[in-house]
């Protein structure tokens, strides 16, 4: 054997411990990508703890309570430690968290971010079962539940409520259910300690997820329902009543856990009614105002515009999101009129633009555009913000208006920079974000379509596609309402969420959160233009019955303020804000970015030992290919992966010696 041979062997060697060693750091939470989970073949560590999850949904006219139970269990021989990244909803006020063991149920305090991750770790080191979330995005949530004894079932359940605000008279409530793999384009040692959650285990492309997954929904509209139907998943539905329905999972959905669960209904006659909810509290009252806009009115002559259509090529793009992208892009170009103009840049781990600037809707430049997007198969990273700057900075044409029209899944861990590149162009472009896919990264399609002052689309089906490109077509070409105006006359409303009401594009009821002292009187005007019309609609406060018994509008105001808060921390980091968000956020009893919820049992029930750490692995979501993860394909090191490399280095050893005796 020759001295190539040698170096080779010795190369492959290291290869094999180098990966080894690779997966020990993603298994410590020290390596960003996310990965694929293999089967451990040791039966002491259960490496699947999560046994399933189930969401108990109350929809009681516009708001919507849910509660959320998972249950762990440890079937191995060794305590363990189970870490799971679930999903949420971005509109989400996360109030109450309890754990159970056995039967004794602990209540979960809130507490300074910092703060319950030390009394979590404190609880864990000294034996005792404890729990912890926390926030990672408004949309990505960490559960924590140490000290699950071999035999031992913990139920962890939490609750949160939300507003639903119907749409072109459709309500919908959405429940994520699985966080796809985000793209990090960098090492670990250049990104927070923060940031490694990313690096989490994730399921090949079709295979199931390891946890059963149940929902429940009662919907009591207060009106009656002309319909409900379930776009993602094969649902029974019970009505009992005009306005009151039960909706439940069929058995084989069970497994359906890979996908939003997405339900949508109307109301008779598409009715959706203005009015204003009061709730009085010890403390404080707060009110919560719905107010409907006018129909759409299509103004006589329409400005030339000009679209930068930015499309994520990237891996996790590959099948069925890339195949409704080109769908919808095809849809989106053929919409175009011949005053407009427009572009085209792909980017996945670099970009490629269509045109330096942007060119005119005509057959030629129609059928480049058509032939340079079906050439498109997936691969790479997911390079958002080069790609981003790079749509932003092309030359404008005077006389057009511009719109930016992001199509993405969304994997990537750069939202809020992504939101703060938008906010600071504000004034080159809006900014419209389609989201492709049947697990999309809501957050970041909503900060994109908030900071642009445009509007967030969500395809989750190919089906969906050309309603949502008529949508588009609506939105961009006639404003429902601009220049919103609120006034308060003689009602005492103070700390009023959002400050200023921005331009309405969808057909979509103006919502308002807010304070009120004194009597339950005077009047609510909001006034703008529809089209080049004068609009005014008042309500009369004195029509409302104020209720005891709305602690949702509590939950729901402070949740709306802390968004609006971290929207400027986005922008400007300072220590007030955070401070702000972090007093209302314990004030109120509410997940935030910088507070927790803890759970701590105070039964000692581990005497000595250590935990094992398992990471719950997730499924991909559905339509999403293995490119999602990359081809970084990390195995947990058994014994016999160690014994095979101390063989190779022995034969290794004993060649060199052979060779240095000859």
């Given at each position: ?5 040698l ?6 060697v290291?290869?094999?411990?180098g ?5 020990d ?14 089967q451990?073949?040791?039966p002491?560590?259960?490496?699947l703890?999560l046994?399933?999850?189930?969401a108990?949904?109350?929809?009681a006219?516009?708001?919507?309570d ?8 440890n079937e ?5 430690e ?5 999903p949420?909803s971005?509109?989400?006020?996360v109030?109450?968290m ?8 602990v209540v ?8 319950a991750r030390?009394e979590y770790?404190?609880a864990?080191?000294s ?6 979330l926390?926030q ?16 031992d079932?913990?139920?962890v359940?939490?609750?949160y409520?939300e507003?639903l605000v ?8 959405v ?11 960098q090492p670990a040692?250049?990104?927070?300690p ?12 079709g295979e199931?997820s ?8 009662h ?6 329902i002309?319909?409900i ?6 649902v ?10 039960s909706?439940?999972?069929?058995p084989h959905?069970?497994?359906g856990g890979?996908r ?10 598409d009715?959706?009614r ?7 509290g010890?403390?404080e ?5 719905t107010?409907q806009p006018?129909?759409?009115i ?9 679209y ?8 996790s793009?590959?099948?069925f ?8 892009m095809?849809q ?8 407009d103009?427009?572009?085209i ?5 670099g970009?490629q ?9 005509n057959p ?5 555009a ?9 691969g ?11 749509a ?5 044409y ?6 930016v029209?992001v199509?993405t ?14 906010r ?6 809006n ?10 990264n809501?957050?970041l399609?909503?900060s ?6 445009g ?19 609506a ?9 919103v ?12 969420e959002?400050v ?16 009120w002292?004194?009597?339950?009187a ?10 080049d019309?004068?609009y005014e609609a008042?309500l009369?406060?004195d029509?409302?019955k104020i209720d ?7 939950n729901?105001?402070?949740r709306h ?9 986005t922008?400007q980091p300072t220590d007030?804000?955070r401070e702000?968000?972090?007093?209302l956020g314990?004030r109120?009893a509410?997940?935030?970015?910088f507070t ?7 039964v ?16 991909l ?9 990359g ?5 947990t ?8 490399i101390?063989l190779?280095?022995g034969?290794?050893?004993?060649l060199?010696?052979r060779r240095?005796?000859?």
């Amino acid at each position: 054997m020759n001295i190539r041979s040698l170096l080779g062997i010795l190369l492959l060697v290291s290869w094999v411990a180098g990966f080894g060693s690779a997966q020990d750091d993603c298994d410590a939470g020290q390596s960003l990508p996310p990965f694929f989970y293999v089967q451990s073949n040791d039966p002491s560590t259960d490496r699947l703890p999560l046994k399933s999850t189930a969401a108990d949904v109350r929809i009681a006219g516009i708001i919507a309570d849910v509660t959320v139970t998972q249950i762990y269990r440890n079937e191995g021989t060794r305590a363990l430690e189970a870490i799971y990244i679930f999903p949420a909803s971005t509109r989400a006020a996360v109030y109450a968290m309890t754990m159970t063991i056995g039967e004794r149920t602990v209540v979960a305090r809130i507490r300074e971010k910092q703060q319950a991750r030390q009394e979590y770790e404190a609880a864990k080191r000294s034996g005792r079962s404890t729990s912890l979330l926390e926030q990672h995005r408004p949309n990505v949530f960490q559960m924590n539940v140490a000290n699950i004894l071999p035999g031992d079932e913990i139920r962890v359940v939490l609750a949160y409520t939300e507003l639903l605000v119907p749409t072109e008279g459709v309500y919908e409530f959405v429940y994520p259910v699985v966080v796809g793999p985000r793209y990090v384009g960098q090492p670990a040692s250049d990104t927070l300690p923060a940031e490694h959650w990313t690096a989490n285990p994730y399921l090949h492309s079709g295979e199931p997820s390891s946890y059963a997954f149940t929902m429940k929904v009662h919907v009591n509209a207060g009106l009656p329902i002309q319909d409900i139907r379930c776009t993602s998943h094969e649902v029974t539905i019970d009505y009992q009543g005009t306005d009151h329905a039960s909706i439940g999972l069929v058995p084989h959905e069970r497994t359906g856990g890979n996908r939003s669960f997405v339900l949508q209904y109307r109301l008779t006659g598409d009715t959706i009614r203005s009015g204003l909810l009061l709730a009085r509290g010890p403390e404080e009252n707060f009110f919560l105002l719905t107010l409907q806009p006018p129909r759409r009115i299509t103004p006589a002559v329409i400005t030339p515009r000009e679209y930068i259509f930015v499309l994520d090529v990237s891996g996790s793009m590959r099948g069925f999101p890339l195949d409704t992208t080109k769908s919808l892009m095809r849809q989106l170009l053929g919409g175009l009129r011949s005053s407009d103009r427009f572009n085209i840049l792909l980017f996945a781990g670099g970009s490629q633009l269509m045109a330096e600037r942007s060119v005119a809707v005509n057959p030629e430049n129609m059928a480049y555009a058509t032939r340079l997007i079906d050439d498109q198969a997936g691969g790479g990273g997911t390079e958002l913000l080069p790609a981003l700057r790079r749509a932003l900075e092309l030359p404008v044409y005077e006389g057009c208006s511009r719109s930016v029209v992001v199509i993405t899944d969304g994997y990537v861990n750069v939202e809020t920079e992504a939101f703060r590149l938008i906010r600071d162009n504000l004034h080159k472009a809006n900014v419209f974000a389609f989201g492709i896919g049947s697990e999309i990264n809501r957050w970041l399609i909503e900060s994109m379509a908030r900071a642009g002052m445009g509007e967030p689309f969500a395809v989750t089906r190919p089906a969906e596609a050309a309603a949502v490109c008529a949508r588009f077509g609506a939105y961009v070409r006639s404003p429902v309402l601009t220049r919103v105006e609120l006034e308060f006359a003689g009602f005492d409303a103070y700390d009023v969420e959002p400050v200023r009401v921005p331009d309405l594009l969808a057909e979509r009821p103006v919502t308002v959160f807010g304070k009120w002292r004194g009597d339950a009187a005077g009047v609510i005007r909001m006034t703008g233009l529809a089209a080049d019309r004068p609009y005014e609609a008042t309500l009369s406060v004195d029509r409302f019955k104020i209720d005891a018994s709305l602690p949702a509008l509590r939950n729901l105001w402070a949740r709306h303020r802390i968004a609006q808060l971290a929207d400027d921390y986005t922008l400007q980091p300072t220590d007030p804000v955070r401070e702000a968000i972090t007093d209302l956020g314990l004030r109120y009893a509410l997940l935030t970015p910088f507070t927790s919820f803890v759970a701590v049992d105070e039964v000692v029930r581990r005497k000595n030992g250590e935990v094992q750490q398992v990471k719950q692995p997730l499924p991909l979501p559905e339509g999403v290919a293995d490119t999602a993860v990359g081809e970084y394909v990390p195995t947990t090191p058994e014994p016999e992966t160690w014994s095979l490399i101390l063989l190779a280095l022995g034969a290794v050893g004993w060649l060199m010696l052979r060779r240095w005796l000859s």
